[in-house]
């Protein structure tokens, strides 16, 4: 178990500095020169000083080999040093730590809704013996993936913001300021939710040990609950870790259109104005989230399903 | 490492169980009327099939032939007749400008398409590449390249998207190509699972005996039969890029201001919400039918056909 442990922390490791690469790369090789847009960021004209453009190069380095910058920039990533916020100048891990909080409890928020509506959804569908109600729930999911999250987002503050005044349309304040962005946040994620539990959902039901279990006279809500759900989560609870990175990501919509402070926003106004090392703390962070969900799922698996045990060489196996 | 979003043919003893599924390229089945009465029949039982398609049909009218749809000039208003709710006249209302909003979705058909496509394309032949080379050639090659598509894998899509406009910079086409690069690890995912299935099947075996070249035997037997998944995968992938290129001119990265871009569009009208609901709405709406379309077609193509017959 602890070597497991340690192996996917390293493999995590080589995953994030890999990440990181991948930016620096795309960042930095790519056509448009990162100074040029820095000296020009928060500026009116075009014409920017070469004195000014020379001074630049050299604070951040662009004047030595793209190898030895890459190493210097490596080594002080590694000690959470990702540098200086172009448009602000201050640090970018204080930056987008100063925002997280406020994008974690909106993503936190989503993340519950999303299995509680799609979870729900998918138990009360492959329950329900009325075949309209069967066939109502089961088709809003593939609604859920297909609407585009800004518009739901739109839509929700005209209806409940504009109309009815039930929810406030815009900012950050508490619990009634939450409802609306988390809500919209939660459909796509739900909507995957749904169709894959209900899909496994209905798996299960199939099975024999559900059979043994109706033989002995258990209800039908209790195989349902009981037995099948709990083998049926596995799939879903695979989804979820995966679509953790993806909420965090949607911040940057979700946040946009409901004008929330937070990750999304610092993300977006970072990707404006071409503010390069904010960009690439951002994809680190996204990357960072994918692999602490993905070792957080893996290690809950065992608690589900006894049978799969965390294997000292191999990956999280059936035996 | 990552869980797989999709499943993996590690196991060539796996792979080699694929060989039951049918290959059937190049068989044409031996009654055509018959077989065609079965796609009839096929589509009947399947209004919301049959609908999807009319939607998507509609939609690549509009990009090619917007006037079909419409007379009205797309960035051209009647400043005297702003904000008109919708009616016969203005189906889709009109906007600040007394722009007329249907004829604004009609034209910005063509953009979002374009990009869709080119995300598309981009995605298609990156990622089927690297999965047909990772796939063919094996051993180390096989594991950078997958090793490389992890890491794609492992930022989230929108976060490489954004960093890749970051660096290119703005527009319909760069935002298309950072929409398409974001979805390259999925497609490279599903071809090398595909062309590990096709390589062990005996055919392939028996043309390799019989002396093929191996640009033969990768040209005319691996890549199409290995083709039809990464072909479904692309067609399901259609929708969500239609969602995410809609989502990144909605923050302002596609085409500049007069273009009218479906997520332009509705980012125009959200400073006219509490006035005029038609300029979110209705664009909205528009993108939703459209990859509402390409999902239930993506999902027709994944099996329910073959299913069927």
Request: glycine share 10%; hydrophobic share 50%.
């Amino acid at each position: 178990m602890r070597r497991y442990v340690i192996k996917r922390l390293a493999q995590a490791v080589g995953v994030l500095w890999a990440a990181y690469t991948v930016s620096f790369l795309v960042l930095d090789f790519l056509p448009g020169d990162p100074v040029t847009a820095m000296a020009g960021a928060g500026m009116d004209s075009g014409d920017v000083d070469p004195a000014r453009l020379a001074a630049l190069r050299h604070e951040y380095g662009f004047d030595k080999p793209i190898l030895a910058q890459y190493a210097d920039y490596l080594g002080r990533a590694v000690r959470g040093d990702f540098g200086d916020a172009v448009s602000t100048g201050r640090p970018v891990t204080s930056t987008l730590a100063d925002a997280l909080p406020q994008t974690l409890q909106l993503t936190g928020a989503a993340l519950l809704l999303a299995v509680l509506l799609g979870g729900g959804l998918a138990v009360v569908a492959t329950y329900t013996s009325q075949r309209w109600l069967r066939q109502l729930l089961l088709s809003l999911p593939p609604l859920g993936v297909s609407v585009p999250t800004f518009w739901v987002g739109l839509l929700l503050v005209e209806v409940f913001s504009f109309r009815l005044h039930w929810f406030p349309a815009f900012g950050n304040d508490g619990l009634r300021g939450l409802v609306l962005p988390a809500l919209t946040l939660a459909i796509p994620t739900g909507a995957l939710v749904a169709q894959v539990l209900a899909k496994s959902l209905l798996t299960a039901l199939d099975q024999a040990y559900v059979e043994t279990a109706r033989a002995k006279g258990a209800g039908r809500w209790r195989v349902h609950l009981r037995h099948a759900l709990r083998n049926a989560s596995l799939p879903a609870l695979t989804v979820v870790g995966l679509l953790v990175g993806q909420l965090i990501a949607g911040s940057v919509v979700v946040e946009t259109v409901f004008s929330r402070d937070g990750l999304g926003r610092v993300t977006a106004a970072a990707v404006t104005v071409q503010d390069i090392p904010v960009v690439q703390g951002v994809v680190v962070f996204g990357a960072l989230i994918f692999v602490a969900t993905n070792l957080l799922v893996d290690l809950v698996y065992p608690l589900l399903d006894p049978r799969i045990v965390v294997a000292s060489d191999r990956r999280a196996s059936f035996v | 490492m990552s869980q797989s979003l999709v499943d993996d043919v590690d196991d060539p003893a796996e792979a080699a169980l694929g060989l039951a599924r049918p290959v059937d390229a190049g068989q044409e089945p031996p009654s055509v009327p018959g077989r065609r009465a079965g796609i009839g029949r096929f589509l009947l039982r399947r209004p919301g099939l049959l609908l999807s398609g009319a939607v998507l049909v509609l939609v690549v009218l509009a990009s090619f032939w917007p006037d079909l749809f419409t007379s009205q000039d797309p960035l051209k208003g009647v400043p005297s007749e702003n904000f008109r709710a919708p009616s016969g006249s203005h189906w889709f209302g009109t906007d600040e400008l007394g722009r007329d909003v249907f004829s604004r979705v009609v034209h910005g058909a063509q953009l979002s398409l374009k990009a869709t496509i080119i995300a598309v394309l981009v995605a298609f032949v990156v990622g089927g590449l690297l999965g047909v080379v990772a796939g063919f050639v094996g051993r180390w090659v096989d594991d950078v390249l997958m090793r490389f598509v992890d890491v794609l894998l492992s930022i989230p899509a929108l976060f490489l998207s954004l960093a890749l406009v970051t660096a290119l910079g703005y527009g319909t086409v760069k935002v298309a190509v950072a929409v398409g690069i974001a979805s390259v690890a999925s497609f490279a995912r599903v071809a090398r699972a595909e062309v590990l299935r096709v390589r062990q099947a005996v055919f392939v075996e028996a043309s390799r005996a019989s002396g093929a070249r191996w640009y033969s035997v990768l040209g005319r037997h691996v890549l199409p039969n290995a083709a039809g998944p990464v072909i479904v995968l692309a067609t399901l992938d259609f929708g969500a890029s239609i969602l995410a290129v809609s989502a990144l001119s909605f923050l302002g990265y596609g085409a500049p201001p007069p273009a009218p871009e479906w997520g332009t569009l509705i980012s125009d009208g959200r400073n006219y919400l509490a006035n005029a609901w038609w300029l979110t709405a209705l664009p909205g709406l528009a993108i939703a039918a459209t990859v509402l379309s390409t999902n239930r077609i993506a999902r027709a193509l994944d099996g329910e056909w073959s299913r069927q017959r």
